[in-house]
């Protein structure tokens, strides 16, 4: 089974609609469904991602020394590790939300309806769904490094079993 993730230069190949669905999943949630036997190699579905961002993403740190000598000063190790987290992701969730403000509205509203399981941790909606849906994308090497890592969003793609993964074939034209 093959997945290919489109980039904006590249055409969108054709995929058989009679392939696969999307409907509600018995566990919850929806997700995407065979509606016939797929052989080995075929592509499943292709489409341009909704968000790619790199697998570190590097949030703002300016301003960060002071909240950590703060932090530093004011608290035990543990409490330091617990508050430098959460400065980490109220840093990378308002860098999302800046990706998130420049995408349509439509697909604004499609990345809104994927889940997030990380309600609870301290991440905020935006960085929790790509948490919880995003899957490893890699691009071509820069001079920088052999290769760069980045974790995509799909509207379809996203919505795949992310256990299914040992199954399928990602491929990335970047």
């Known amino acids: 089974m093959h997945v ?31 509606l016939r036997n797929i052989k080995r190699g075929e592509l499943l579905l292709a489409e341009r991602p909704l968000v790619v961002c790199p697998m570190g993403f590097a949030a703002d740190t300016r301003g960060w020394w002071a909240k950590i000598l703060t932090l530093i000063l ?15 992701a109220y840093e990378r969730e308002m860098e999302m939300q800046k990706m998130f403000s420049k995408m349509t509205p439509e697909n604004q509203r499609a990345y809104l309806s994927l889940a997030n399981s990380h309600k609870e941790d301290g991440t905020g909606p935006v960085s929790g769904i790509l948490r919880t849906n995003g899957f490893e994308i890699g691009l071509p090497a820069s001079e920088k490094s052999d290769m760069t890592r980045y974790i995509a969003i799909g509207k379809v793609a996203s919505r795949l079993n992310h256990r299914c993964e040992l199954c399928l074939c990602m491929d990335f034209r970047g």
């Open 4 to 34: 290919f993730i489109s980039s904006i230069s590249d055409p969108v190949p054709k995929v058989d609609p009679g392939t696969i669905v999307i409907k509600e999943s018995q566990t919850g949630g929806l997700g995407v469904f065979a």
């Open 74 to 88: 004011n608290g035990s190790q543990a409490e330091l590790s617990e508050r430098f987290k959460r400065i980490q």
